[in-house]
């Protein structure tokens, strides 16, 4: 799960929801949106990873989910993917849903970075922790604290390098 941290960051980030997903998606998982082909992919190098990065935000447009936890958007569907570079310094709540880590390991200070295909091919999509290289990355998420939102979550200040 994902969620801006303030109202005012739709007004300041730019969206594409001309792309269709290539895989099962949640919101708040990581995608590089292809206009010329109209797809979503994940980053499939860890080159696509370090670059700029959207975050999946989908509105829950199904009545039968009963949780949000449980919203899923399939493969071939549209995504509403947010440039997370125009976000520089402004809050983001995501839920270790979409976090390969345990959440037990994860603290104040922490960066979050996006998974890339070719090395974690298992966890398409995901942010990971990243202690050491977090500023090879265009975009990093730093914990700023453990919230329950998703039973499970973090609130995170975005930060571009």
């Known amino acids: ?3 801006f941290g303030t109202i005012g960051a739709y007004k300041q980030v730019r969206n594409n929801p001309r792309c269709k997903a290539t895989i099962d998606l949640k919101n708040g998982m990581v995608v590089i949106p292809n206009e010329a082909n109209k797809t979503a992919p994940t980053p499939a190098t860890a080159t696509l990873a370090k670059g700029d990065v ?3 935000y989908n509105i829950i447009d199904q009545p039968e989910i009963r ?3 449980d919203f899923v958007i399939p493969t071939g569907d549209h995504v509403r993917a947010f440039r997370l570079a ?3 310094g402004l809050p983001v709540e995501i839920s270790d ?3 390969k880590d345990s959440y037990s390991g994860l603290a104040k200070g922490d960066k979050l970075v996006p998974c890339d295909d070719a090395t974690d091919a298992t966890n398409k999509g995901m942010w990971k922790k990243d202690a050491t290289t ?3 990355y265009k975009v990093n998420l730093e914990i700023i604290e453990k919230t329950p939102f998703g ?3 973090l609130f995170c200040k975005v930060v571009v390098n």
């Open 1 to 3: 799960m994902f969620k």
């Open 86 to 88: 125009d976000l520089v």
């Open 151 to 153: 039973d499970k979550g």
């Open 97 to 99: 849903a979409v976090i």
């Open 67 to 69: 949780s949000t936890e």
């Open 54 to 56: 959207y975050v999946v």
């Open 134 to 136: 977090a500023s090879d």
